[in-house]
Structures are given as C-alpha cells and as structure tokens.
C-alpha cells in the first residue's frame, strides 16, 4: 500500500488524467464534423451527451463510495474512461462519438465526488485538498484540447495517436491506483441510494458556491466547444493548434490563478471571479466587430483568472463547510450544478447559433452570464454580510 502522500498524489493524478482523456477532443471535433459531414446541432448533441451520463452517475456514485469507500468507484470510473477513449479510437461514424462520450461522461460522473472526498480524506494538512481537486479538475481540461489539437496538427495519424497517448496515461495510472489504502469502511448494512440532499445548515452556502461554479464553467464550456468555432469565424484561421491553444490559455491561466490565491478567503474571492468572468464575455463579444486579436487574447485572459479565482473559491467553501459523513455525497451535488453549467448553456448556444448565427448566440448568452452575475455577487455580498457579524471565528480565517 502506499503511504498517505503517495496516495493522495496518485489520487490527484487520476482525477487530472481522467479529465486530460475526456476533453482531448474539444479540438478535434471541427475534424469529426467534415470526416462525418454533421453540423452544429449534432455537435451540441455529442457534447451534451457526456453532461447526460455523467450526472447520474455523479448523484449515484458519490453515495455509493460514502458508504462502500472510494477504491471501487474509482476502479470503476478510470474503467470507463479507458474504453470511451477505445471508442474514440476506433471511431467508424457518427454513433461511435455519441458512445464514446457517454462512457466518458460515466467515467468522469463515477470519479469526480469519490476522488474530491478521498483527496480530502488523504489531506494531512487538511487545506490542499480543494486546491488540488480544482487544479487536476482545471488543469486536466486546459491539457486536453491542446494535447488533442497539437498532435492532430502535426504529428500522423491525427484521429488516433492522441487517443494512444491518452490510453498510456490511464492505463499507468490504474496500475498506480491498486496501491492506494481504502479511506472509508464499509459499513455492515445495506446501501440504499436516497435522493440528493444538502445539510440545511450549508445550504445557502451550497446554492451560492454552485451558482458561482455554474456559471464560470459555462463559460470555460464555451471556450471547450464552440470557441475554436468563434476564433476561426474573427481571425480565418483554421490551426487545430491554434483551436486548442485558446482553450488551453483560458484553463491553464486558471489552473495559475488558483495556485496564486490559494489562500484566500473564498467567501471574498468569489465575488471578483464572477464579475471578471462577465467582463471577460462581454469583451468576446465586442473582439468581433473591433476585429481585435488583442481584445480576444485579454478577454481570453480574464475569462481564466475569473474562472480560476470563483472556481477554487467555490470548491473551497463546499468541502469545508460539507460534513464528513456526507462529503461526497455533497461534493457530487456540487458537480452536478457545475456539469449542467457545462452542458445546458452551450447546447442552448449551439441551438441558437444555428438559428441566429454564431455571433448573435454569443450576445444573449453574454446578457444571460450578466445577469446571473449580478443576483449572485449580491447573494455572496450578502451571505458575506452576515458572516460578518457572525460571532463564529472561522469567519475571519484566511482558508
């Protein structure tokens, strides 16, 4: 067995390679587009396909590991993970990506809540576990389309060798995972899957965190999807390079971010993140009548440093206010708010790209990020108010 450091570091690897595997081919899709001939609709199909599977499995698995313990669900997960990848693989049509993102949303749903709890149960220091989930969450997503995107551009091979590369990973470290300790027992009663609930006490806490995440991944799913879209449409480039570039610049300038304000107090920050998001959007909108590089690369930037700070913020506020017998099951209920900001925006922004055209989609989504915003920073204004004149002191630590 591994020691506690090991375990927790393995652990964190699993949960960035899973993520680096599901979202290799955010870059490729254009490709898969012209080699299928389907068009935007189908492709908002296949993407969201991975939200639809991946939800339930989510709301099931992250009950299931906090009464059974971590290691099988995360057996399971990377299993399905490895064969979503085959798929992709050994693609032959149109069907063949609608199942090799199911089994990739199963295998991300089946993961995501046990290996957050885990990494919080492994944590010796008890403060780098939400850090270090946001990091493989964001880091993994950011490393994916640029992995996907550079060896389809230049190296042979483009719709398989990446997904070669992508099988080493999870395969190693499945081999890894055999050695981590088990960090929850099992219990001698039955487990019976009850309905998501939110401790009353953290409730408020829960919807505003969610919210926060909901909305900042929205727009990182924007930048996974239909971003290489929107650049080709401003600049008339067609790089996959270059598609996976602008995603991997927006994540991995979050995954930087988290490491700078990692501890900050996220009650604080979440605030700052949500308004640089909706700066950020509103300058994607303006980058294409002003035919601005410049704009576009600023608001690309912007968009990551708001992602990062409200992401981090949010997931550190849900597993320290979520109790121990209920981590994962709690951590799960947070993803599925953060997978449904994921999938139902951009489908409704693929839908109406379709009918209005790109740029006309991105200005109602751009409205619609605003306003959400808005209610929000005025909810976690208030919910910071109140804590304020909160007797308790962990109101004033720095987490």
Do not use: C
């Not at 296949?46 to 939200?51: E, G, R």
């Not at 490491?259 to 994607?284: D, E, Q, Y």
């Amino acid at each position: 067995m591994t020691t506690t450091k090991k375990g927790f570091a393995t652990v964190g690897v699993l949960l960035a390679m899973v993520m680096v595997s599901a979202n290799v081919p955010s870059a490729l899709y254009g490709v898969y587009a012209k080699h299928f001939s389907f068009g935007p609709a189908t492709l908002t199909a296949i993407f969201a396909t991975y939200v639809v599977f991946l939800i339930p499995s989510l709301l099931f698995w992250g009950q299931w590991s906090d009464h059974y313990g971590r290691n099988y669900a995360l057996r399971i997960g990377l299993l399905f993970a490895i064969l979503g990848t085959l798929s992709f693989m050994f693609a032959q049509g149109v069907i063949w990506l609608f199942v090799a993102r199911a089994l990739q949303g199963l295998g991300a749903g089946i993961l995501s809540g046990p290996a957050t709890a885990m990494l919080a149960e492994l944590d010796l220091t008890q403060k780098k576990a939400p850090l270090v989930a946001a990091l493989a969450t964001g880091g993994g997503t950011a490393i994916g389309p640029l992995l996907g995107g550079t060896i389809a551009q230049y190296g042979p091979y483009r719709l398989h060798l990446v997904y070669i590369v992508s099988l080493v990973g999870l395969i190693g470290i499945a081999i890894a995972l055999f050695r981590i300790r088990e960090t929850r027992s099992r219990p001698d009663s039955s487990f019976h899957w009850s309905r998501p609930k939110v401790p009353r006490q953290i409730r408020g806490i829960f919807w505003l965190a969610g919210g926060t995440a909901f909305i900042v991944w929205s727009v990182a799913a924007f930048f996974m999807s239909l971003a290489p879209s929107y650049v080709e449409t401003l600049l008339h480039l067609t790089n996959l390079a270059i598609a996976g570039g602008i995603v991997f610049l927006m994540l991995a300038t979050a995954s930087v971010t988290q490491l700078v304000t990692r501890n900050f107090n996220p009650h604080k920050i979440m605030p700052i993140g949500l308004i640089l998001t909706s700066v950020a959007v509103l300058g994607l909108v303006f980058s294409v009548p002003q035919q601005s590089l410049i704009l576009l690369i600023v608001s690309t930037l912007l968009a990551g440093i708001g992602q990062g700070i409200a992401f981090l913020g949010s997931m550190k506020a849900i597993t320290k206010a979520a109790p121990t017998d209920a981590k994962a099951g709690v951590v799960s209920s947070f993803y599925v708010l953060i997978y449904i900001g994921v999938g139902v925006p951009v489908v409704a922004l693929g839908l109406l790209a379709q009918r209005l055209g790109l740029y006309n989609a991105m200005m109602y989504y751009a409205v619609f990020v605003v306003i959400v915003t808005i209610g929000l920073v005025g909810g976690l204004l208030r919910n910071q108010s109140s804590r304020s004149l909160s007797p308790i002191t962990e109101a004033k630590k720095v987490l």
